[in-house]
């Protein structure tokens, strides 16, 4: 079966850092791209982070390059957000994507809210 399992959402002040995880099980992580995408209320799906199957190559949309770094470790088979001077804006659900060819799976999503 199938999963991905997002996690380390909360709530976080402005300024402020959260880490997210995405563990992978039912697939061959590695063959895998994998993607952050996060949703606010009332809003698209927006892309946030992407790297490639090695680690080697990564890239952000623009709202969060500069704060947020994508990371991945092929042994754990999990895929990392970092997310640092966090802003109101960045408040969203986060979701973890897999693609690989014309396989696609998301997690269900983990909540980051930005607040004072």
């Known amino acids: 079966q199938v999963q991905l399992v997002e996690s380390g959402g909360g709530l976080v002040q402005p300024g402020g850092s959260l880490r997210l995880s995405c563990v992978a099980s039912?697939?061959?992580?590695?063959?895998?791209?994998m993607k952050w995408y996060r949703q606010a209320p009332g809003k698209e799906r927006e892309y946030v982070a992407g790297?490639?199957?090695?680690?080697?190559?990564?890239n952000y949309g623009e709202s969060v390059k500069g704060r947020f770094t994508i990371s991945r470790d092929n042994v754990r088979k999990t895929v990392y957000l970092q997310m640092r001077s966090l802003k109101v804006e960045d408040t969203a659900v986060y979701y973890c994507?897999?693609?690989?060819?014309?396989?696609?799976?998301w997690g269900q999503g983990t909540q980051v809210t930005v607040s004072s």
């Open positions: 039912g697939f061959t992580f590695h063959y895998y791209v």
């Open positions: 790297v490639t199957i090695d680690g080697g190559r990564k």
């Open positions: 994507h897999a693609r690989y060819l014309f396989h696609n799976y």
